[in-house]
């Protein structure tokens, strides 16, 4: 409601009636929420009412009077100095933020030149070398992407030339996104991510044309991935360290997921939408993703306002290209000053057959020191059904359309689990 989002549906409906609700609902707005030192005054609002109004300026001004019009135009006018304030006070804004803030500076020709530099600086910041938006979660990179659609555009419509830097990271943010898809088209769920907003992302991608996905050779961070024919396979080896840019990053280092034939086998438990449920969220958790943990401890310690208390500060990967398979190694210290432990993971991915063999290790970093509890988790997807065999060594899975053999040294046990689309 305080973010005017309401406008876009205002604005479809159409018809006068819908006309003078939503000035009446504005205007009754402005007369209540006076106080610049509310909450709702925060950045992220201020910048979601500016470009919503701006945006339904065409709709809402059919029925405008001279009193609503001036009314208006004030208030649009000190939201623009309201953001003007914020980023020269303030260095953690966002892309939202920005935009809003270009968006006025092209309106009202004040402070364009600054508001670019900060665009270059925002883009630097939150883009890694290889073209991730740095949440690693695949839902922000695609909103990321539709932002910088959306400042292309204004840049058009206000005739500013054209922003190579800009324009380079549409596509190469384009080319990665469109890696982060499982062979059922949803998206990978790791840092947060979940497919509720599905249909938009695709319409993001199809934004751009003739863009063909990103092969990348190797990387120390972030998100690794592998795809065939047949099989998609993923791990996450992010280092969770900027609050800033995703205050929800889960603990979830070298979590795996995989899908096949048109099918996601194994997965992330999924995630819920952390604006509208701000509490403790077990989803973030370590034993919510398909990895390893020891004595039932989170990788990374999540408490509010001070996420990335511990956090893995040492996150290794090294990737081999052989002939007939893909090695991975990765490893964290992110037990290291609880246990005095290393993780590791192993992933040997056969690229003829659909074979995966993997190795989870707990390494000791101090001599003599005590044995550990640990789990590794493999959360299954609703359509998997699976069978113990006798030896309890074995799991039998049979999904919608093919079965595979999870065979491992050790014994196994089945649970109940959870999973959020």
């Known amino acids: ?102 968006l006025g500076s092209c309106i009202y020709k004040k402070g364009l030149n600054n508001s670019l530099e900060l665009l270059d600086h925002l883009i630097t910041d939150q883009i890694d070398s290889l073209g991730f938006h740095k949440s690693y979660n695949a839902l922000e990179h695609s909103k990321f992407i539709n932002n910088l659609h959306e400042l292309k555009n204004i840049f058009l419509f206000f005739q500013i030339p054209e922003n190579k830097k800009l324009i380079f990271q549409i596509k190469n943010m384009s080319a990665i996104m469109q890696n982060l898809f499982h062979q059922d088209n949803s998206l990978i769920l790791f840092n947060g991510s979940h497919n509720a907003y599905l249909k938009e992302v695709n319409k993001v991608i199809n934004l751009s044309k003739d863009i063909i996905p ?66 403790d969220d077990y989803l973030r958790y370590s034993a919510a993703h398909s990895t390893i943990i020891l004595n039932n401890t989170n990788i990374s310690e999540l408490i509010k306002k001070k996420s990335y208390r511990r956090v893995p500060d040492k996150i290794t990967f090294n990737k081999e290209d052989k002939n007939d398979c893909i090695l991975w190694s990765g490893s964290h210290n992110g037990y290291i000053n609880n246990f005095k432990k290393i993780v590791s993971r192993k992933i040997q991915i056969m690229k003829n057959e659909n074979v995966i063999i993997g190795e989870d290790s707990i390494m000791s970093t101090k001599a003599n020191s005590n044995k550990i509890i640990y789990h590794i988790r493999f959360h299954l997807m609703p359509n998997c059904n699976c069978i113990l065999t006798n030896n309890k060594k074995t799991v039998i899975l049979q999904s919608n359309n093919q079965s595979w053999l999870f065979k491992t040294s050790s014994l196994i046990s089945i649970e109940e689990s959870i999973y959020v689309n």
């Open 214 to 279: 990103k092969k990348i050779n190797t990387n120390e961070e972030g998100l690794v991935f592998y795809r065939d024919k047949e099989k998609s396979i993923f791990m996450d080896i992010v280092k969770p360290i900027n609050r800033t840019i995703n205050s929800s990053i889960h603990a979830s280092t070298l979590a795996f997921e995989l899908s096949c034939k048109g099918e996601k086998i194994i997965t992330n438990c999924g995630s819920i939408n952390r604006k509208m449920f701000n509490d």
């Open 1 to 102: 409601y305080h973010s005017f989002d309401w406008l876009s549906y205002s604005k479809k409906l159409g018809g006068a009636n819908n006309i003078k609700r939503a000035n009446k609902i504005i205007e009754n707005w402005i007369d209540k929420h006076p106080s610049l030192n509310s909450s709702l005054w925060s950045a992220d609002l201020v910048s979601s009412r500016y470009i919503n109004i701006i945006y339904s300026l065409d709709f809402l001004s059919i029925l405008f009077d001279n009193y609503l019009k001036n009314k208006i135009n004030k208030f649009l006018y000190l939201h623009f100095l309201m953001l003007k304030n914020y980023h020269n006070n303030n260095k953690n804004y966002n892309i939202l933020n920005l935009k809003a803030l270009i």
